[in-house]
């Protein structure tokens, strides 16, 4: 199957291309925690990503916080041929959500990291292209990670960054 038509599927859809592994919780939470398996941990073995979570008392509300973490890990790991997004802008709480952020670096990727180029390729400016990669934590990291040569920010003054270089703003 692939990554996008894994992307979309429903929870219990997705569900049933996994192993699930129900485990007790680790951390506080006292005789509720101790005597009850709601930490899940979702594996996709095809492409060998995983994902887990134990945050809920609830099995059901980490089993779903779990398939969401999963859907968003394949997004980032799995590279394929770009395609534009399914939609110009989509919220972070969205469920195409990851469809939008694989599209978005599978772009970035075909380019190099070059927000610049990528932007060209998907009709926006550079500047709204950063504006929606940087309002996602884990896509940033994953980028600072992958790219640092274009995404890094320190929130330093120029200043600041002329001190350290031993020249003068």
Do not use: H
């Amino acid at each position: 199957m692939e990554r996008d038509d894994i992307l979309t599927l429903d929870d219990m859809a997705l569900s049933r291309l996994v192993k699930l592994e129900f485990t007790r919780g680790s951390g506080n939470g006292g005789q509720k925690r101790n005597k009850t398996s709601t930490a899940v941990r979702v594996v996709l073995p095809e492409y060998g990503v995983e994902a887990s979570d134990c945050t809920e008392r609830s099995q059901y509300r980490n089993r779903a916080a779990a398939l969401r973490k999963l859907r968003m890990n394949l997004a980032l790991k799995v590279r394929c041929a770009p395609q534009p997004p399914p939609r110009s802008r989509v919220a972070l709480t969205a469920p195409e959500y990851p469809v939008y952020a694989a599209r978005l670096l599978d772009n970035l990727a075909e380019c190099g990291g070059d927000y610049r180029k990528a932007a060209t390729r998907w009709g926006v400016s550079p500047t709204s292209l950063l504006k929606r990669v940087e309002r996602d934590p884990v896509l940033l990291t994953w980028l600072n990670d992958n790219y640092p040569k274009y995404y890094i920010r320190t929130g330093e003054t120029g200043a600041e960054d002329a001190e350290k270089e031993g020249t003068q703003a």
